[in-house]
């Protein structure tokens, strides 16, 4: 068993394998961009009560020293209107109304204003989205003073250019400020995901975002590492893209298509890693024996005469051949021969080797979607090939065989991958963010994922 399985991950690291997959497809909708922005809320308003007004000490003015204006702080900001504007081919603009209450040492002050910021999207060196800041208008309406609760109608003039000339310079900065702490978490999207000890999935962007007025869509590609280095094959996958906005009747918030290439991939990077490769049979825990050669007596004759005492028998099952996966309207199926060999039993470090197989299994996948990640399982489905390969025990009734074999592939073997794709697809998302109320569409060459977002604060 040890040199087969050897032999099988050896065959599998010289098999040629591609790392960068183009096929995973991010489409961040308008009501996404909204929902991000209500969430940014108390952040814009935590920067915008942290700004600084300095004292006001007017020279030359008839009352003086009165007039000094000391320990003025921000009491309240509030923000009535809050909203986000797809701009196509260049990103989105971020549209603000405020109302300021505003208190120094002896009066205060309400202003209201309002802010306009066009954020330009692209493609960082390290592949992922990046926001840059473009313009920044803001406009002040007039500074009311009060004194003693009365609004004195813009009679300390001076008093209300030096609110309205620091607002307007601060304001803008702030609210940049805000905005472009998103860099820190939109690089979150191309974090290292662990798919199994042996191999990870680390997204990036392979251009720059496509940006019209319903939505920005995401090319990514989907990098899989074995043993801390790329996969390489030497035949590209087919190009892929989402159907156009108009012709998804969906609502969520992000689409999400992933196509069939990106899991023949994820897929193989499991193969290759010995993720499916299992021992069946021998001596449990117990002593007892789960596979002898009377069990397979009616397989292979010949073992009545060659083992008259009950041997116990093992089944060593790899997977040396790429896996196939297909996706149809409704359904998806993917497609594994693995190589079955059967052996007697042995104390010693050898054993005796009766025959290989080769199987065939056609296994239907089932997806669901959790907070983060695309859970991954399979069941079988239609009937399982088997032929011999080789034997060493003579005639084997491959009717008989497929019985024993079909009935420990199906309680074992299949334990045994769906075990190994219990750690799910990990889907592109930033920090803090999850995906809730989800839907998953089949379609001929790739699934589709529709859901909304969820901020966890």
Known sequence: MFKLCTLGIVLCMLAPCRGNT???????????????????????????????????????????????????????????????????RTGVQVSLSSRFHIRGNIMEFKVGSSILLDVRVMRSPHGFPILS????????????????????????????????????DKMCLSV??????????????????????????????????EITSDHIELNLNADIELMGKPMEESIPGPSFSLPPQETVSDDSMVNMGLSNDMFEHFFLALEKSGAFNLDIGGRSGSGDVRLSTSMLQSAIPSLTQQYPNDVAVVLSVVLAERPIVTFQEGGATLTISPAIQVAVASSSSSSQNLCTLSAELSLSLKLAVTLTSLEVSVAL?????????????GEIQVAQMRTIIVSILEKDFLAQVNGALSVGISLPKMANLQYVEPEIEMHEGYAQVNCDLDYVH
Request: with cysteine; hydrophobic share 45%; glycine share 10%.
């Open 22 to 88: 183009p096929g995973t497809v991010v489409r961040v909708n308008q009501e996404a961009l909204e929902y991000v922005c209500q969430e940014g809320r108390p952040f814009l308003l935590k920067g915008l009560l942290a700004l600084q007004i300095p004292a006001f000490k007017p020279r030359g003015q008839l009352l003086g020293a009165l007039l000094n204006i000391v320990g003025i702080k921000i009491l309240d900001v509030q923000l009535p209107h809050l909203s986000v504007k797809l701009m196509p």
């Open 133 to 168: 800041i473009t313009a920044c208008k803001s406009l002040l309406g007039d500074v009311q003073i009060l004194i003693g609760g009365n609004n004195l109608l813009g009679f300390l003039r001076p008093i209300q250019n030096h609110i309205r000339a620091v607002l307007i």
């Open 176 to 209: 940049s400020s805000v905005v472009l702490g998103l860099n820190a978490k939109l690089s979150t999207m191309v974090g290292m995901n662990t798919i199994n000890p042996m191999s990870h999935l680390q997204y990036s962007m392979l251009e720059e975002p």
């Open 381 to 393: 489905h239609g009937e399982v090939g088997l032929e011999v390969v080789s034997s060493s025990v």
